[in-house]
């Protein structure tokens, strides 16, 4: 049990004392009473639970001073929101700003639906004679370019480095399906419909046996009218 030989003995002393009830109880607080009592440890949880989070530490000091009424140092604060909640100051994933509220969450409880919908439309057009597969599609540029690094020189002397403002690159165009673990991929030159459709032609020789339902993002050459006809075709 990990458990020394006299906490064994405290521990049968205690059942025999009282029993069951005896050997359950709350042993007795010591030491210095908490800075923060629990209903305020979980409202400040709470907060650290919102993906908006706190800028600074300082501004977790600063809110628990006004919407708690509680003065306590900044050590304190870091300790506790550090080291006894696990929150951290981390980098945030950029969010556009035109993005409207709840619109991801909306999409994942509507998502569902919206498949089993094209399903059923698919079914009713062309039947069970063919297989019907889902896919994410999206790209990503790969290159070279000069890596910047930290130089030493002296007290106020600026260092300076060459950059590389051009530098070679190219794309990869891919598709995964989740459900079986199958993937496509392909290299190009640029990012325009043109490449796009080309891919989509070579995806399609592919898996030319089945009817294949693909998820795009809202990038501009995924929406052009010449993708889509050839998403439909």
């Not at 509680?70 to 550090?82: A, D, G, L, M, N």
């Not at 600026?158 to 070679?168: I, T």
Request: hydrophobic content about 35%; proline content about 5%.
């Amino acid at each position: 049990m990990g458990r020394s030989e006299s906490t064994i003995h405290y521990w049968l002393q205690l059942y025999k004392t009282g029993g069951m009830s005896k050997l359950l109880e709350e042993p007795p607080q010591t030491g210095r009473p908490k800075k923060i009592e629990v209903e305020t440890r979980a409202s400040l949880q709470q907060e650290l639970s919102d993906p908006e989070g706190f800028n600074s530490y300082q501004e977790i000091k600063l809110w628990l001073a006004l919407c708690q009424n509680i003065e306590i140092s900044y050590s304190t604060v870091h300790r506790i929101v550090r080291y006894e909640l696990n929150g951290k100051l981390k980098v945030p994933r950029p969010t556009h700003e035109k993005q409207q509220p709840g619109i991801i969450a909306a999409f994942k409880n509507h998502f569902p639906d919206r498949i089993k919908g094209l399903i059923n439309d698919i079914r009713g057009k062309w039947g069970d004679k063919l297989a019907i597969s889902y896919w994410v599609q999206d790209e990503t540029r790969l290159g070279h370019r000069t890596e910047s690094g930290h130089k030493i020189t002296r007290a106020g002397v600026k260092p300076k480095q060459v950059w590389q403002w051009y530098y070679s690159y190219y794309y990869i165009y891919g598709l995964v399906e989740p459900l079986q673990g199958r993937s496509f991929f392909y290299e190009f030159s640029h990012f325009n419909s043109d490449c796009l459709g080309l891919f989509l032609e070579q995806f399609s020789q592919e898996y030319s046996n089945e009817i294949h339902i693909i998820q795009l993002d809202n990038a501009p050459i995924h929406i052009c009218v010449a993708v889509i006809r050839r998403c439909i075709l």
